[in-house]
């Protein structure tokens, strides 16, 4: 499997809480992704960065911030937590030019 | 965006028996790639089709593109317990965004 790493595994916290999941990458590759997976919806581009600072919403992307201030390094925040953001959270690296995405093992994260 | 609806949704086969995914969309594609994700995994990448009318194999894989690159299928020819899982088509979009569909879950009886 490609260099690429989220933390944490799991994780369980309360509505309005903040949570921030962290996705790290050692392949240098330009493009990073968060997607969540949800029963009967597949997954769902959240947001994407197609370089250091410099990110773009996906379909779902209210709830949720990113940054990238390094190559290796993406942050997937949500500001207060709700209920309806219970999900498999994973990220995705890919060099660009239609090339294939590499995905972590995902993020589990419940909010209560 | 793109978006693609992927059929059926769920299939339940005999070990040995054939299946096939179907991706449709009603916009021209420019590519699109195929994934699958194994029950508690995370999606790896199968293939790429970029040509009109292209088919490309993969052991009992087969998978197509059509002619008029708005749809694309997954066949796979006399299913193994080690097919089992969820097989994702994924247009690209401008920008290099992959757009999921919603998936095709394959569970095989042995």
């Known amino acids: 499997d490609a260099g690429i790493t989220q933390s944490p595994r799991h994780k369980v916290t309360e509505t309005g809480t903040p949570v921030t999941l962290r996705c790290h990458q050692t392949?240098?590759?330009?493009?990073m992704y968060w997607y969540r997976q949800d029963p009967g919806h597949g997954l769902r581009l959240i947001h994407y960065s197609y370089g250091v600072k410099d990110t773009d919403k996906g379909e779902v992307s209210d709830g949720y911030s990113v940054s990238r201030s390094k190559t290796e390094d993406f942050l997937l925040t949500l500001e207060s937590a709700t209920s309806s953001q219970t999900s498999v959270y994973f990220c995705?690296?890919?060099?660009?030019?239609?090339?294939?995405?590499?995905f972590g093992n995902g993020t589990r994260l419940t909010v209560t | 965006g793109q978006q693609v609806m992927q059929i059926p949704q769920y299939q339940h086969v005999q070990e040995g028996e054939d299946f096939t995914t179907y991706c449709n969309s009603s916009t021209t594609l420019s590519n699109i790639q195929w994934y699958k994700q194994r029950p508690g995994g995370h999606p790896v990448f199968l293939i790429q089709?970029?040509?009109?009318?292209e088919v490309k194999k993969q052991k009992r894989l087969t998978f197509q593109f059509g002619e008029a690159k708005k749809n694309s299928s997954l066949h796979i020819t006399a299913t193994q317990t080690t097919d089992v899982g969820t097989y994702f088509c994924a247009p690209m979009e401008y920008g290099n965004k992959l757009v999921f569909g919603a998936g095709t879950i394959l569970r095989v009886k042995s």
């Open positions: 089709l970029v040509k009109s009318g």
């Open positions: 995705a690296i890919s060099g660009g030019g239609n090339s294939p995405l590499h």
């Open positions: 392949e240098n590759h330009r493009y």
